[in-house]
């Protein structure tokens, strides 16, 4: 999409630190860090939350899950939160699919 943040990161003419790319899917450090570790995984394709998955994209859910085992791993992470906001109440403010992996510190439970 044209007019969407994570799709221009996604083509470069945003610029991101680059944690992980391969054909599906690109993660990247969060412009805002909550955590010591806290990176976005996303799809390449354009996908606008996990409201919009079904039998014709979901595979790249299932991969982008890999990634974020593989990518932890490769980081010495043991211990880490993964979210996905879905709509505005949930706090979405980027309405690209994108999984938050977030890791480095004590997390607290329920989320706020
Ligand atoms: P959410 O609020 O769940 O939609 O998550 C969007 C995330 O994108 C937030 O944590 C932002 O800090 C992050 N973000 C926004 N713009 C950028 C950017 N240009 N580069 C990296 N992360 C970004």
Redesign the pocket.
């Known amino acids: 999409m044209s007019d969407c ?2 799709c221009k ?1 996604v083509s470069g003419e ?4 680059k944690v992980y790319e391969d054909d599906l899917c690109y993660a ?7 955590a010591p570790t ?1 990176f ?1 995984v996303i799809p390449k394709a354009h996908i606008g939350s996990v409201a919009e998955v079904d039998g014709s994209n979901s595979a790249v859910v299932a991969h982008i899950f890999e990634v974020i085992a593989r990518v932890t791993k490769e980081l010495g992470v043991g211990s880490y939160r993964v ?3 879905i709509g505005e109440q ?6 690209h699919l ?1 999984f ?1 992996v977030l890791a480095g510190r004590d997390m607290t439970w329920p989320p706020g």
Do not use: R, T
Request: glycine share 8%; aromatic share 8%; proline share 11%.
């Open positions: 943040l994570f990161i945003i610029p991101s630190g990247f450090k969060d412009i805002a860090p909550q806290h976005l979210v996905s906001n949930a706090g979405q403010s980027v309405p994108h938050h």
